[in-house]
């Protein structure tokens, strides 16, 4: 694997569980929020990698929007 990736995927793949990290060490220093908004937030970045990277490995332009249309699935259900 190289160190800087090179397609747009892997590029916000590794942003989104760069931001999951920064946001986990931020609470855990200063622990500002409750734990229901905590749970949420980390099932939200987890659910988010997660369909990005099957988005990634779809084999067919048709089956890639299926991973897409869960991830902003993922992020409604937050804002909601």
Known sequence: MECF??????????????????FHVY??????LTA???RGIHLTFGLVI??????KESPSKVRKA????????S???LAH
């Open 66 to 73: 299926l991973p897409l249309v869960f991830a902003a699935a």
């Open 27 to 32: 609470t855990a220093f200063f622990g500002v």
């Open 5 to 22: 990736p090179h397609k747009k995927t892997d590029f916000l793949i590794t942003a989104v569980a760069t931001a999951m990290g920064v």
């Open 50 to 55: 997660c369909y990005l990277i099957a988005f």
């Open 36 to 38: 229901l908004w905590q």
């Open 75 to 77: 992020l409604l259900c």
